[in-house]
């Protein structure tokens, strides 16, 4: 698990390789990635969208932007936590993931930039 905390927000991320889903002889292999979203500060905030980065370890690059994240806008209350499960396939059994979240402060409207630290997608026999 990879952990980043920007302006009071920490980011959690831990990787599940999903052999079921994946089929190594077309070139898929399916990952899922949970997050946990920590609201640290003593505000309310709202995720309002996502911007990822995805690499494949064949040197191909992704970009996904979009709103909110898993169909939702979720308001986080100071001291809890949203945690959603999401998924990424890539063309090699290695990869990585990273972005950022665009977050709004309800109490005055401002919003920031939250980092999601880079985590690694890896098939769990490239470890052996």
């Known amino acids: 698990m990879v952990t980043k905390i920007t302006d009071g927000v920490k980011i959690s991320v831990e990787t599940i390789y999903q052999p079921e889903y994946s089929n190594p002889a077309n070139e898929h ?9 920590e609201n640290l500060t003593e505000n309310s905030v709202q995720l309002l969208n ?11 690059r992704r970009e996904v932007e979009g709103e909110g994240v898993v169909g939702q806008q979720p308001v986080i209350e100071p001291g809890d ?4 499960v999401s998924g990424c396939n890539l063309k ?5 993931m990273k972005g950022s979240y665009e977050m709004e402060r309800i109490v005055d409207g401002t919003k920031f930039r939250v980092n999601i630290p880079e985590f690694y997608l890896i098939a769990p026999y490239k470890l052996n």
């Open 50 to 60: 996502r911007h990822w980065f995805i690499f494949d370890s064949n040197g191909t």
């Open 29 to 37: 292999f399916m990952f899922a990635y949970r997050v946990n979203i």
């Open 92 to 96: 090699t059994d290695m990869g990585s």
């Open 81 to 84: 936590v949203h945690e959603y």
